[in-house]
């Protein structure tokens, strides 16, 4: 099991940068394929970004192409989310995600483990 705590949330003004951060603890943790979700008040959950364990290959939902970057460090057991040029829509609870397999993902039935969630707000 892997238990997964984010961070790095805020408020911040459309057009600047923020980094999620996504601590996780448990055991073998670069055996697990990782991910992003987000939820927006009144709307569905969505995938966001997702990294494989074993060659770090990744996958994002395209309204954030070219503006996140998702990446893992093993060794400390953190995953990272970097968002740049923020826009009002991507206000939302970001979770940080995590499924023992070798691909990605973008069904959120498909991630067994979640974080608790951190809050990014994004003003125009």
């Known amino acids: 099991q892997v238990q997964l705590v984010e961070s790095g949330g805020g408020l911040v003004q459309a057009g600047t940068s923020l980094t999620l951060s996504c601590a996780a603890s448990g055991h073998e943790f670069n055996r697990y394929t990782l991910g992003w979700f987000r939820q927006a008040p009144g709307k569905e959950r969505e995938f966001v970004a997702a990294i494989t364990w074993s060659d770090s290959s990744t996958d994002y939902v395209d309204s954030v192409k070219g503006r996140f970057t998702i990446s893992r460090d093993n060794a400390k057991s953190t995953l990272y989310l970097r968002m740049n040029n923020l826009k009002p829509e991507d206000t939302a609870t970001y979770y940080c995600?995590?499924?023992?397999?070798?691909?990605?993902?973008?069904?959120?039935?498909?991630?067994?483990?979640w974080g608790q969630g951190t809050q990014v707000t994004v003003s125009s």
């Open positions: 995600v995590a499924r023992y397999a070798i691909y990605t993902s973008i069904r959120a039935g498909d991630y067994g483990y």
